[in-house]
């Protein structure tokens, strides 16, 4: 690093604030400074098995306090990808041990929106379709957080958004979950869920 940028670590040192924060999963296939093709010290980061938010997961609640009351980010980026190994786990049904209790987030996404992954689908159309509904799903669990609502409460810019990234070609889809207030969350998520209709239509025609 010092042969391409002799000032990078003199640098580095004084560069942790970060205007972003990034939930991702924690696939090594998916490195958030080389996605969003940023440095280190511009992006806080916090990651799990497929990018799972939840009310009792008190580390992504602590990392995502630390990040908006103290590091004063400006963007939450939840973001999935396809191909991701917990959703295709939770979406079989597979046992692979402890981590099925962390993936019933997923199945119980699955559940909820089973409308949108009926048989009729083809399998990979299903299984992208789960990512994307996850990350949906994720994104509404970071905006009802009292960490985000507190933000917003108190007038702090922060903007919540919903991306899933492509192994296959390297390019981030937006799902259109870009919430910047409570009262936009439930239009957003609708206009989100809406897609599935048209498509679900489309595929049964």
């Given at each position: 690093?010092?042969?391409?940028?002799?000032?990078?670590?003199?640098?580095?040192?004084?560069?942790?604030?970060?205007?972003?924060?990034?939930?991702?999963?924690?696939?090594?296939?998916?490195?958030?400074?080389?996605?969003?093709?940023?440095?280190?010290?511009?992006?806080?980061?916090?990651?799990?098995?497929?990018?799972?938010?939840?009310?009792?997961d008190l580390s992504c609640l602590a990392v995502m306090q630390f990040?908006?009351?103290?590091?004063?980010?400006?963007?939450?980026?939840?973001?999935?990808?396809?191909?991701?190994?917990?959703?295709?786990?939770?979406?079989?049904?597979?046992?692979?041990?402890?981590?099925?209790?962390?993936?019933?987030?997923?199945?119980?996404?699955?559940?909820?929106?089973?409308?949108?992954?009926?048989?009729?689908?083809?399998?990979?159309?299903?299984?992208?379709?789960?990512?994307?509904?996850?990350?949906?799903?994720?994104?509404?669990?970071?905006?009802?957080?009292?960490?985000?609502?507190?933000?917003?409460?108190?007038?702090?810019?922060?903007?919540?958004?919903?991306?899933?990234?492509?192994?296959?070609?390297?390019?981030?889809?937006?799902?259109?979950?870009?919430?910047?207030?409570?009262?936009?969350?439930?239009?957003?998520?609708?206009?989100?869920?809406?897609?599935y209709e048209t498509e679900s239509v489309k595929t049964h025609e």
């Open positions: 690093m010092v042969q391409d940028d002799p000032d990078y670590f003199s640098r580095l040192v004084t560069q942790q604030l970060p205007k972003y924060f990034w939930i991702g999963c924690s696939d090594s296939r998916v490195p958030s400074t080389q996605i969003t093709n940023l440095l280190p010290g511009d992006i806080f980061v916090h990651r799990n098995v497929a990018n799972v938010v939840s009310y009792t990040a908006v009351d103290v590091v004063r980010v400006r963007h939450i980026m939840v973001t999935g990808h396809y191909d991701c190994s917990g959703v295709h786990v939770a979406m079989m049904k597979q046992r692979v041990g402890l981590a099925d209790n962390w993936l019933r987030h997923i199945q119980d996404v699955h559940q909820k929106h089973e409308k949108y992954l009926g048989d009729t689908l083809p399998p990979r159309v299903k299984y992208d379709r789960l990512c994307e509904l996850n990350v949906i799903e994720s994104v509404a669990n970071v905006c009802q957080t009292t960490i985000v609502q507190d933000a917003w409460n108190r007038g702090q810019p922060l903007t919540v958004h919903g991306w899933v990234y492509g192994v296959h070609d390297g390019l981030i889809r937006d799902l259109g979950m870009t919430v910047s207030s409570m009262e936009e969350l439930p239009v957003k998520k609708a206009q989100s869920l809406a897609r």
